[in-house]
C-alpha cells in the first residue's frame, strides 16, 4: 500500500514540478503540491528503504526544457524547507539551537519572500556576465540577454566589488505592472496572465527578449551564490543595496522564535500592501559562521526556513453557476465549486459578482477555474484553464425569471444589474432578515443565516418586526433540537437588546438600497430621529454631503412608500425604539485623523473609532502625511512602519486610552 502510494506520488510530484518549472501550466496550487509532498516526505520517513532515487525530496525544482543554453551552477541553488503556523516556526528554531547545543536565543533575519522566480546573475570585475535560470538546483538555463530589461539588475556595479561572485534572487512582476501588462494584452486579443508569478517566470524564458522587456519584471535579491561579501546575512543586504541592487529594506532582526512568530503576524498583516506579491516570510540565521556549522541538506539549507502563508489561489471544478437573490432584489451569479482549501479555509461557493464579470470571464460549467481568497475578501473566481475546458463546456445563459419568484427580471441601466422588482419575492424578504440581524446592523447574537431560515420555515418568523414577537413562541422554541432554555433565553434578551440600538445601526439595518453603513451614520446624525428620516424630502436629502442625487432619491422613496411605512409602525408598536445619536460630545480630537492598527485589547476597533468621531476627529484606514497620530497595538504592522517613516507620533492603547475624558469608555 505505502510502496504504491509513493510510486504514485514521486510520479505526480514529478509531473507537477515539470508542468510548473518548465511548461508554466500549473495545474495545481502551491497548498496542494505542499500537501502531496509533505505526504511523501513522512512516507519516507517510516519507509527510508522504499524511497525512491527520483523522488522530488531528493531534487529541487525540475531539469531544464531545451531552448537554451546550459550553465551548471557553481553552487547549487537550493530550496528551503516549508514551515506553516507558528508551531512550524517554533519547530525549526527548536532543531537549529538542538544542532548548535544552544539554549541562547538565535539571531535570525526575517525577510520577505517574494512570489516570483529565482535567477543567478554573475558579475565579474563589476560587470553582468551572464544570469541563469534555477532550472533542477544543478543546472539551469542561461537567460542573461532577457534579464537586461529587468529593473534592479543592475549592468555595472558601484563601489569596490569582488573580481567575481554571483548575485541571487527573485524575478517578480509588480501588481501594478501585473494590471497594465494584462489590460494590453486583453486589448491585443491575447489571453490574460493568471498571475505575476506564472508571468515573471514565463517572461524569463523568452526566446525573444524584447517579450521579456514587455513585462516590465522586476528584480529583488536576497543573497549570493558564489563569492563572499560580509559576515552576515543583513550585511550581505547591505553591501548589496550599497552596490546598485533594490535589496528590501523591510527586513528584520529577530531573537529566538517569540521575535519570529511576531514578526511573521506583522508581514502577513502588511502583505496586501506590498507592491509585489509574497507568499510567506525567509527566516535565516543571520551569521554566517553559524549556517556553515549548521549546514544543508540535499534540498534545502538546515539554517533557513520558508514560513508560508496560506495560498490564496486554487484551481477547482466549476459544477455549475447558481443565482441568488440578494435584499435589494439584485441577482447575481455564483459559482458553484468542487471545494477547495485556498485563503486557509474550504471554499464550495464564490461570487461572480455580475452578469458583466460573468460574460468577460466566461468561465462555463465543466471549466476548471482559478479561486482566490485574499485577506478577508469573499472569495472570487479569476478566471477558467481554457486548455483543460471540455468539449462540451456550454456558455452561461442569464435566467430571464427570478429563480425564487420566477417575476421577469430587469436590468439596470448599465446591463451590469439583474434585478427582481417583486418586493414579496421570498428570497428579498430572507436576505433582508439576514441583514437586519447581522453585526454591524441591529447585531442580534443567536440570529443568524441558519437560525432566521429555521424559524421562517416554522413560519414564526415573516418580516422584521415578527422577529420582535419570537418570545411568544418560547415554549416551543426551548423544546427545538440544539436550543435549550438558556440559548433561548440569550436569544431573548440579545432581541430585546437590539430595540435601542442607535439609529444609524438601524437605518443601516433597514437595507434601503445604496445605504452603507457610512451614509446610514450621515442621515442618523443630521435627521436625528426615524420621525425626522420620515420627513425628510429630497432636497434636504441631497444636501447631506456625500449623498448623491441616485440615493437620495432611493431614500426619499423608502420612506414614501406605504409598505415600509407600515413596517416602522409596526416596529414601533413592537417597542424598536433607535436611540438618537448625541452630537459631539466633546472636541478632544477636533481637525485631528486617528488611525488604529495592530491587536487592541481593552475595546473593539469599532468601539474605538465611534469615540473619536464622538470627540469632534476622524478615523482613517491608512497612514498619511494628514494623520495625526496612530495607536498601535500588538502585531501592528505595514501601518506603524509607514508612521515610523513619516515621522507620525504613535501611541499605544495606554497612552491612548489616558488622554480621553473620565468614563468615555466605561
Ligand atoms: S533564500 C538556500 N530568500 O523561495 C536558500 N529565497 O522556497 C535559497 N525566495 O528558491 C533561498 N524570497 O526562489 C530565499 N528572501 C528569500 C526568498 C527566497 C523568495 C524563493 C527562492 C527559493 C524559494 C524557496
Known amino acids: 500500500m505505502s510502496e504504491s502510494r509513493m510510486k504514485w506520488l514521486v510520479a505526480e510530484l514529478n509531473r507537477h514540478n515539470r508542468l510548473y518549472h518548465t511548461e508554466d501550466q500549473p495545474e495545481i496550487s502551491d497548498s496542494e503540491y505542499d500537501a502531496l509532498f509533505r505526504e511523501l516526505v513522512e512516507l519516507e520517513a517510516s519507509h527510508p528503504e522504499l524511497r ?30 516549508n514551515a506553516f503556523g507558528e508551531e512550524e516556526v517554533r519547530a525549526f528554531d527548536e532543531r537549529v539551537r538542538r544542532s548548535l547545543e544552544t539554549e541562547e536565543p538565535v539571531e535570525y533575519l526575517a525577510e520577505l519572500k517574494f512570489d516570483g522566480a529565482s535567477i543567478s546573475l554573475t558579475y565579474e570585475g563589476g560587470r553582468l556576465v551572464r544570469a541563469t535560470t534555477r532550472g533542477d538546483g544543478t543546472t539551469g538555463e542561461v537567460v542573461t540577454a532577457n534579464v537586461k530589461s529587468i529593473r534592479g539588475v543592475p549592468q555595472t556595479l558601484l563601489g569596490a566589488v569582488p573580481d567575481s561572485f554571483e548575485v541571487r534572487g527573485e524575478v517578480v512582476m509588480l501588481k501594478a505592472d501585473f494590471e497594465t501588462v494584462n489590460a494590453l494584452r486583453i486589448a491585443a486579443g491575447e489571453q490574460a496572465f493568471v498571475n505575476p508569478r506564472n508571468a515573471a517566470s514565463g517572461g524569463l524564458r523568452q526566446i525573444n527578449p524584447n517579450e521579456t522587456a514587455k513585462r516590465q519584471l522586476t528584480f529583488f535579491p536576497y543573497g549570493l551564490g558564489k563569492g563572499r561579501l560580509a559576515d552576515s546575512q543583513s550585511a550581505i543586504l547591505e553591501r548589496l543595496h550599497a552596490m546598485g541592487f533594490e535589496a528590501r529594506t523591510d527586513v528584520a532582526i529577530c531573537r529566538g ?3 519570529l512568530v511576531a514578526q511573521l503576524l506583522a508581514v502577513e498583516a502588511g502583505r496586501a500592501t506590498l507592491p509585489f506579491g509574497i507568499d510567506g516570510m525567509v527566516v535565516k540565521v543571520n551569521d554566517l559562521l553559524t549556517q556553515s556549522q549548521l549546514g544543508s541538506t540535499a534540498r534545502g539549507p538546515r539554517w533557513a526556513v520558508a514560513c508560508k502563508f496560506a495560498a490564496e489561489q486554487a484551481f477547482t471544478l466549476l459544477r455549475e453557476v447558481s443565482w441568488s437573490v440578494g435584499r435589494t432584489g439584485v441577482v447575481t451569479p455564483v459559482a458553484e465549486l468542487e471545494p477547495v482549501f485556498v485563503g486557509g479555509v474550504m471554499v464550495g461557493r464564490a461570487t461572480l459578482h455580475n452578469i458583466e464579470d460573468l460574460r468577460r470571464k466566461d468561465v462555463r460549467p465543466g471549466d476548471t477555474v482559478i479561486v482566490q481568497r485574499a485577506g478577508d475578501v469573499i472569495p472570487e473566481i479569476v478566471g477558467p484553464v481554457l486548455d483543460k475546458r471540455p468539449s462540451e ?30 418586493p414579496a419575492c421570498p428570497a428579498q424578504i430572507h436576505a433582508k432578515l439576514i441583514h437586519f440581524a447581522s453585526r454591524g446592523a441591529m447585531d442580534i447574537e443567536g440570529l443568524g443565516e441558519k437560525q432566521l431560515q429555521r424559524f421562517a420555515e416554522l413560519g414564526w418568523i415573516t418580516d422584521v418586526a415578527s422577529i420582535f414577537k419570537l418570545s411568544t413562541h418560547r415554549e416551543e422554541m426551548e423544546a427545538l433540537d440544539r436550543m435549550g432554555q438558556q440559548s433561548v433565553s440569550n436569544l431573548l434578551s440579545a432581541i430585546e437588546e437590539a430595540k435601542t440600538r442607535p439609529l444609524d445601526r438601524f437605518v443601516f439595518a433597514l437595507g434601503i438600497s445604496q445605504v452603507g453603513e457610512k451614509t446610514a451614520k450621515d442621515l442618523a446624525k443630521i435627521f436625528r430621529s426615524v420621525e425626522g428620516l420620515l420627513q425628510a424630502r429630497y432636497d434636504d436629502l441631497i444636501a447631506v454631503s456625500d449623498i448623491g442625487p441616485r440615493t437620495a432619491r432611493e431614500i426619499e422613496s423608502w420612506f414614501e412608500d406605504p409598505a415600509n411605512r407600515a413596517m416602522l409602525t409596526e416596529l414601533e408598536a413592537c417597542g424598536v425604539t433607535p436611540a438618537e445619536l448625541d452630537g459631539p460630545v466633546g472636541d478632544l480630537f477636533a481637525g485631528q485623523t486617528l488611525v488604529f492598527t495592530g491587536k487592541l485589547t481593552q475595546f473593539s476597533r469599532e468601539a474605538a473609532e465611534e469615540l473619536v468621531v464622538n470627540l469632534g476627529g476622524k478615523s482613517a484606514g491608512s497612514v498619511s502625511k494628514a494623520t495625526s497620530f496612530v495607536v ?11 508612521a515610523e517613516q513619516l515621522g507620525v507620533r504613535v501611541l499605544t492603547e495606554d497612552e491612548f486610552l489616558a488622554m480621553l475624558p473620565d468614563g468615555m469608555l466605561s
Not at 52 to 80: C, I, N, W, Y
Open 52 to 81: 525512491q532515487a527520483d523522488s522530488p525530496t531528493q531534487r529541487v525544482g525540475a531539469a531544464p526544457s531545451g531552448g537554451f543554453k546550459e550553465h551548471r551552477h557553481a553552487v547549487p541553488m537550493l530550496s528551503l524547507d
Open 257 to 259: 522564535a517569540d521575535e
Open 393 to 422: 463546456a456550454m456558455e452561461v445563459v442569464p435566467p430571464a425569471n427570478c429563480p425564487v419568484c420566477d417575476s421577469p427580471l430587469t436590468q439596470d441601466e448599465g446591463f451590469v444589474a439583474l434585478r427582481c422588482m417583486n
Open 632 to 642: 498601535a497595538g500588538p502585531g501592528a504592522g505595514s501601518k506603524l512602519l509607514k
